[in-house]
């Protein structure tokens, strides 16, 4: 299976750039999003280089018999689409998670098309520090994870 992937990106205030937000401090409300569909060879990369081969995410038949119903993409293969969004989108390039709180709702199985979304909820003007809405939906509608994120900004040489 072929996978896909894009970003798009939401501003609805002109750009104010300050000494800590050189690039444009993010407003509030501000989005980004990414998206793609999952085939098998993202589950197995991912296993590669994380080890996570747990038979939820290869033995149909054992996957089948728990509360799951099937096989499950990796919780942190399904995450990385909104470190995607977030480092692609809002806040951008040279940005890092300093938290992260996610709750997981629903599965994600091979062949779906999930999309990433980041929202700035809050803008520190100090610090180039700020909190976002981080969320991962299926193409059915589907939340499967929802939570915060706090990031900080380093500054991008120009």
């Not at 096989?71 to 809002?90: H, P, R, Y």
């Not at 940005?95 to 929202?119: H, K, Q, W």
Request: charged share 20%; with cysteine; net charge negative.
């Amino acid at each position: 299976m072929d996978a896909t992937s894009s970003t798009t990106m939401t501003r609805t205030t002109p750009i104010r750039r300050t000494a800590v937000w050189p690039r444009g401090v993010p407003t509030v409300g501000q989005a980004a999003e990414r998206s793609r569909t999952i085939g098998p060879d993202d589950i197995d990369t991912f296993a590669a280089i994380s080890g996570d081969r747990n038979p939820l995410h290869y033995d149909a038949e054992f996957a089948a018999s728990t509360k799951l119903g099937g096989i499950v993409v990796q919780s942190g293969l399904i995450t990385a689409i909104i470190n995607g969004a977030a480092a692609e989108g809002v806040p951008g390039p040279g940005s890092v998670f300093m938290n992260t709180n996610l709750d997981f709702n629903a599965p994600v199985r091979p062949g779906d098309t999930i999309t990433g979304r980041v929202e700035v909820l809050e803008v520190r003007e100090d610090k180039p520090i700020m909190k976002i809405r981080a969320t991962v939906t299926r193409q059915d509608g589907v939340v499967s994870v929802d939570g915060a994120c706090v990031s900080y900004t380093f500054p991008m040489p120009a």
